[in-house]
């Protein structure tokens, strides 16, 4: 019913930046709720960045003043603009979002394959 595909990622070395974006296509009557979460190696999958319907956010406390995510209602996008990276940051990113089918009128949750993001030092 609904796929999301994200696109940005890549390598990057330490203080670099990197936007990452990511589309919602399908059966979809709103979004609620779009986040990126991450996956590094070795470590448990985390939320980085969301974003609401009314475009309040909350970000993981070592992203805070480094990431910016966004997102455009009319797109059905939401990107996450990170800057001054540090190797820290090498992770699997994942789109997620809140979707409201417009077959079933249900709300269900999506999440994107994921893109690689490496920094090096």
């Known amino acids: 019913q609904v796929q999301l595909v994200e696109s940005g990622g890549g390598l990057v070395q330490a203080g670099g930046s990197l936007k990452l974006s990511c589309a919602a296509s399908?059966?979809?009557?709103?979004?609620?709720?779009m986040a990126w979460y991450r996956r590094g190696p070795g470590k448990q999958r985390e939320l980085v960045a969301s974003?609401?319907?009314?475009?309040?956010?909350t970000y993981a406390d070592s992203v805070k003043g480094r990431f910016t995510i966004s997102r455009d209602n009319a797109k059905n996008t939401v990107s996450l603009q990170m800057d001054n990276l540090t190797p820290e940051d090498t992770a699997v990113y994942y789109c997620?979002?809140?979707?409201?089918?417009?077959?079933?009128?249900?709300?269900?949750?999506?999440w994107g394959q994921g893109t690689q993001v490496t920094v090096s030092s």
């Open positions: 997620y979002a809140d979707v409201r089918s417009s077959w079933t009128s249900v709300v269900y949750d999506y």
């Open positions: 399908g059966r979809i009557l709103s979004i609620n709720s």
């Open positions: 974003i609401g319907s009314s475009f309040s956010t």
